[in-house]
């Protein structure tokens, strides 16, 4: 049935690829400015060459009247090999095989939603193969209610984009507009987006706009998808800015309304935008950032882009009045490495740029630790500061599938730190001003390891990326043999235990999630978006820190406890009467409980407070 989600952009109207007609027939259209000729071949046990048409800047087009959902295609450039549709919706037989014509009707039950602002999202980011014993999108839809109990608002899915084989992180795609195949294809992943929905569960997608995978990947044999202006780790970088790169971005906007307006997808993750190259006066960060904010009016409901980027850049999110990009959030790792240290200790490879709490604090503080200062790991300046973000516009982790899954052996926080460690960072998760991101598993403690996956059919391909692993690791100092990337069984051993969710003391740390998903969605002050309402309270020379959420007559305190002793600490004031709503190290958190803490506080100008070691405690004016 159709919903309010169809309508598209007025100035982006579907021009890739195969597009069924309102009466019957498809138009086929393909972007190959460098072909003089393409033919489109209708697969079957008689394949039909049928001569496309050229248009203007470089497209050709058919109408076939006959062509039905499921039927096969590919093109054929100046009478060279068969190849699959850039553009394709669909690869039922992988990366090399033929493209399917796929009719995105749908009859979805999401018309009454409008989606979720920045304020209201806990992310929880998921790997469609191996979340679930099936390793599909369906098989995501039975815990999607455990989920919203915990506190979840959005799930954020790693790429699905059509990659070589069945196991990838899915950053290797190449058919950008078709969802794998062994995932479910797109029928699987409309049936979960629904699903999520009428759970009042948001959709995130993570995209990948920096580099196509390197098996699979016939763009540049089309057109003019590749600049060797710029390289980036992958290559030639994608031609943003140069000579014919308005269809490029094209392709990569039109791809962005696909998700939207066919997948009703409600935010997109953007993949590693410090590797989008590009000089324009209007850069297409900016560009996808209007056509999102557009549609989104259009569609009377909140879409979002999120970019990961390691810049420590205010722009990405900054107004575009003020020269920003106009994006509603960015990943920061800052939070994850400060934070990843003080409990660890590490301080190899990137890590080495960070001293513990004091960093942890400057973060908790400032939402970046670098804003401009030098850094070791770099060798240079890095970051800039912008005091005036708004804390919803950064997203933080304790874990992600990049800090886990490129580690040497996947290992997760919880096969690194002790119980009380991973209650304190989910305290500091869940109660900073932050958006934050769970990763798969966290909110339970999972203990099987998340590493890094392929399966490729090219052993020269399979080879340069065990090299390239080896070569990533040698920053750190992991002296090990990696798990083999290619090897099935590595896969295998990254997919999650949910049986564990029932078992001591699992159990406990998921019910410490929700109770402090409950607190942050319920509790008055921790509501608060301006920074003037939340002081930081440094204690950090004792391992200690605070936070302090004022709103109007009532008043929240979290003190946090890093080290492995107690400590107590100093307040200058208690403004109003308080009561400690949760202590981490009691007994009903599996805590060991033998450091009694003050259970209210009374209105007073000085007070010592005991913490115990690696703990965090929450007083509030307001019971919740």
Not at 61 to 69: D, G, K, L, R
Not at 124 to 147: A, C, Q, R
Not at 354 to 375: E, H, I, N
Request: net charge negative.
């Amino acid at each position: 049935m159709p919903t309010a989600f169809d309508r598209r952009h007025p100035l982006y109207p579907p021009r890739l690829g195969a597009r069924l007609a309102p009466g019957g027939g498809c138009q086929f259209r393909v972007w190959a400015s460098k072909a003089k000729q393409v033919e489109l071949v209708l697969s079957g046990s008689e394949p039909r060459h049928v001569e496309m048409h050229s248009e203007a800047d470089g497209y050709w087009t058919v109408f076939v009247p006959e062509a039905q959902a499921g039927q096969r295609y590919s093109f054929r450039l100046d009478g060279g090999a068969e190849r699959p549709d850039p553009a394709s919706q669909f690869q039922p037989d992988g990366v090399h095989q033929p493209s399917a014509i796929v009719d995105q009707r749908f009859d979805w039950a999401d018309s009454n939603w409008s989606g979720r602002t920045c304020h209201d999202l806990v992310i929880y980011e998921l790997h469609i193969g191996t979340f679930s014993p099936s390793g599909t999108f369906e098989g995501v839809i039975p815990y999607l209610d455990e989920l919203a109990e915990t506190g979840i608002t959005a799930i954020e899915i790693m790429p699905v984009a059509q990659f070589p084989g069945s196991r990838n992180w899915g950053y290797d795609g190449v058919s950008l507009f078709a969802p794998q195949n062994s995932y479910g294809g797109p029928y699987g992943l409309k049936r979960l987006v629904d699903a999520c929905h009428q759970r009042g569960l948001a959709v995130i997608l993570d995209v990948v706009f920096n580099h196509p995978g390197p098996e699979g990947n016939y763009l540049g044999e089309f057109a003019h998808y590749f600049s060797s202006r710029y390289q980036t780790p992958w290559g030639d970088a994608l031609n943003f800015d140069g000579k014919r790169s308005d269809e490029v971005r094209r392709f990569f906007i039109e791809n962005a309304l696909m998700w939207y307006c066919d997948y009703h997808i409600d935010g997109l993750r953007l993949d590693a935008v410090h590797a989008i190259f590009d000089q324009s006066a209007r850069p297409f960060l900016q560009e996808l950032a209007d056509v999102t904010a557009e549609t989104a009016q259009l569609q009377n409901r909140h879409l979002l882009l999120i970019a990961e980027s390691n810049l420590n850049a205010p722009r990405l999110v900054q107004p575009k009045a003020v020269g920003g990009y106009g994006l509603d959030a960015q990943w920061v790792d800052d939070f994850h490495h400060a934070l990843h240290v003080t409990l660890t200790g590490e301080q190899s490879g990137y890590y080495a740029d960070y001293s513990g709490v004091a960093d942890l604090v400057k973060s908790v503080r400032d939402g970046y630790v670098f804003s401009g200062q030098p850094s070791k790991y770099r060798g240079r300046r890095h970051g800039a500061s912008e005091p005036q973000l708004d804390p919803r516009q950064i997203v933080i982790a304790a874990q992600n599938h990049d800090q886990t899954g490129n580690r040497c052996f996947g290992e997760r926080l919880s096969q690194l730190v002790d119980f009380e460690s991973l209650k304190l960072a989910a305290g500091l998760v869940c109660l900073t001003p932050y958006m934050p991101l769970l990763f798969m598993g966290e909110e339970y403690g999972e203990t099987a390891p998340f590493q890094y996956f392929v399966s490729h059919s090219d052993a020269h391909l399979v080879e340069s990326v065990r090299r390239g692993r080896k070569r990533d690791f040698a920053h750190f100092e992991w002296q090990h043999e990696p798990p083999d990337p290619q090897s099935e069984q590595t896969f295998a051993a990254s997919r999650l235990n949910h049986e564990l969710k029932q078992q001591e003391p699992h159990s406990q740390l998921r019910e410490l999630y929700r109770t402090l998903l409950k607190l942050r969605r319920e509790c008055p002050a921790l509501q608060v978006r301006r920074r003037d309402q939340i002081d930081v309270l440094d204690w950090s020379e004792s391992g200690c820190f605070g936070l302090r959420y004022r709103a109007t007559e009532t008043e929240t305190l979290i003190l946090f406890n890093t080290q492995q002793t107690a400590a107590s600490v100093k307040l200058d004031r208690v403004s109003y009467p308080l009561t400690c709503v949760i202590n981490s190290a009691d007994t009903c958190w599996n805590g060991p409980g033998d450091i009694e803490v003050a259970k209210t506080l009374e209105r007073s100008r000085r007070v010592t407070l005991p913490i115990p070691p690696r703990a965090f405690q929450v007083y509030t004016s307001r019971q919740v």
